[in-house]
């Protein structure tokens, strides 16, 4: 079984919207686009270049940026985006897509995802794809997180996770953190959530009033 990640940078308030440049995503009048530049450093530029194969899961938004900048550039990270095989999730896009190595995801994209994961080959990464990486929370299909934190909030914009999420407990893995403050974590699936509680066993008076004023909102 093929390992799906989720490659995200994120504030500090849940935002992955645009963190490339003010052009990238200024979809529902977001104005904040680049704010992860100037956060990276040499060494946080080499974890990119130097990954491990890997093939890419992308939806359509995130695919055309990528198409749209990654073949003019130079260097070992475009050689790597460049060269590495891509899926592309969309319902307006037609073959044949822009770009070394695409294919368009045909049918339905769970299915499509669930099949990738199980033939051999490399780790499937998502990068960026706000859309898409909500469909694969809804069919609990992502297997690790690697959520790169930006010491800044945003305020608005597209978030990692949405309302259709399955509530799961995860646990940490990795944890480093750049010269910049950025966290950089990574999470797998742990099991599903066990609550407690730090309540009385017996609740007080004030605590069973406080209860019945909820219940009646």
Known sequence: MRKLAVITYLSLDGVMQAPGGPAEDPTGGFTHGGWSVNYFDDEMMGQVAEADPYELLLGHGTYEIFAAHWPYDEGPIADRLNGTRKHVASRTLQEPLEGNNSTLIKGDVAEYVAKLKRQDGPEIQVHGSPGLIQTLLQHDLIDQFRVWI???????????????????????????????????????????????????????EAEIERRQRLAAT
């Open 150 to 204: 930006f010491p800044l909030v945003l305020g608005t914009g597209k978030r990692l996770f949405g309302e259709g999420t399955i509530p799961v407990a995860l646990k940490l893995v990795d944890s480093k953190v750049s010269k910049t403050g950025v966290t950089i974590n990574t999470y797998e699936r742990a099991s599903d959530i066990d609550v407690g509680s730090f309540e009385f066993d017996e609740p007080t």
